[in-house]
């Protein structure tokens, strides 16, 4: 006599990561410039011109002012 066939959970689909969230804020530490921080959230240094239109107040002669926190824009 068979035993009657044991119904399987159906297979669920790994859960999709959470779209990335914007804009971001970065507190700039010694040493960054713009284009280091275009080149760490948006992976190509030649974008630094977005976070400069987004921070012109916290920006000194070209650097980011150390300790000031910048809003980081979607690329």
């Known amino acids: ?4 066939a044991v ?3 159906a ?3 790994a859960p999709r990561p959470a779209p990335p969230v914007w804009p971001k804020r970065h507190t700039v530490v010694g040493g960054e410039t713009l284009r280091t ?10 974008l ?6 987004a921070n012109r107040d916290k920006v000194d002669r070209g650097l980011p002012v150390e300790g000031a ?5 979607a690329p």
């Open 1 to 4: 006599r068979e035993r009657p």
């Open 7 to 9: 119904p399987r959970e």
């Open 11 to 13: 297979a669920r689909p």
């Open 37 to 46: 921080l275009a080149k760490l959230y948006y992976a190509d240094a030649n």
């Open 48 to 53: 630094w011109e977005r976070i400069y239109d």
């Open 69 to 73: 926190t910048l809003v980081i824009p």
